[in-house]
């Protein structure tokens, strides 16, 4: 079946320096992707959506200026943390629609950022 | 109100029991229902996806869904082990991919 892979699968960074995480649809293509961000025990929120070939769509309450997201090609989608503090410490998980059905999504591993 | 209610439980059952799970809705736009598994660390593996009213069946899962009630359910039957994992309820609308989530249920089968 379709597999949507995330790299790295966890980072520790410094506060202060951006990370780059990466979301790659590895047999199919995805013009959509989309950012989730998950606090520990809590759940999956939309970050914004990542649309290949235009500027990504971000949920409200989402700095667009520190969560860059560049949709590069139909099967890679990045997401760039600017400037990241502790705070921004989380798991970092991409989707992408299934191209036989568009309802259905199929998620990544997820990305563990801390920043210390 | 959030769009998606879910009890985030904590729910401890036996080996073999039945696991019944629930999310409540309040957007009478969504029309898509799927229910995730996702184990520690890692990214959700979706279990069922159904978009009418009434009953879908895979395997040992059983979804429901009532639009009437804005309640969807699922059942786990002959429970494992393996089963631990945090469930979570996922639904959107009609050509919107974008997925509201409920808070997730933290399942744990005993052995």
């Known amino acids: 079946g379709a597999v949507v892979s995330q790299h790295p699968s966890r980072v520790i960074c410094k506060s202060g320096t951006s990370v780059k995480i990466e979301c790659r649809s590895l047999?199919?293509?995805?013009?959509?992707m989309f950012w989730y961000r998950q606090f520990p025990k809590q759940s999956l929120m939309l970050m914004a959506t990542?649309?290949?070939?235009?500027?990504?769509?971000?949920e409200q309450g989402v700095e667009k200026d520190k969560f860059l997201i560049n949709h590069a090609s139909l099967t890679l989608s990045t997401l760039t943390v600017t400037s990241a503090h502790p705070e921004d410490s989380s798991f970092y998980i991409c989707?992408?629609?299934?191209?036989?059905?568009?309802?259905?999504?199929?998620f990544g591993p997820g990305t563990r950022l801390t920043v210390t | 109100q959030k769009e998606v209610e879910q009890d985030p439980g904590p729910l401890s059952v036996p080996e073999g029991a039945i696991v019944s799970l629930n999310c409540t809705y309040s957007?009478?736009?969504?029309?898509?229902f799927m229910w995730y598994r996702q184990y520690s660390r890692k990214g959700p593996e979706l279990l069922m996806y159904?978009?009418?009213?009434g009953n879908k069946e895979d395997g040992r899962f059983t979804a429901q869904v009532d639009k009437s009630s804005k309640y969807i359910s699922l059942f786990i039957r002959d429970s494992q082990p393996s089963d631990s994992a945090t469930y979570l309820c996922?639904?959107?609308?009609?050509?919107?991919?974008?997925?509201?989530f409920g808070a997730g249920t933290t399942v744990t089968v005993r052995a």
């Open positions: 990542s649309n290949e070939g235009s500027k990504a769509t971000y």
């Open positions: 159904t978009y009418s009213s």
């Open positions: 996922a639904m959107s609308s009609l050509n919107d991919y974008k997925l509201s």
């Open positions: 047999d199919f293509q995805a013009t959509t």
């Open positions: 989707s992408a629609p299934n191209p036989g059905l568009a309802d259905e999504q199929y």
């Open positions: 957007n009478s736009a969504f029309q898509y």
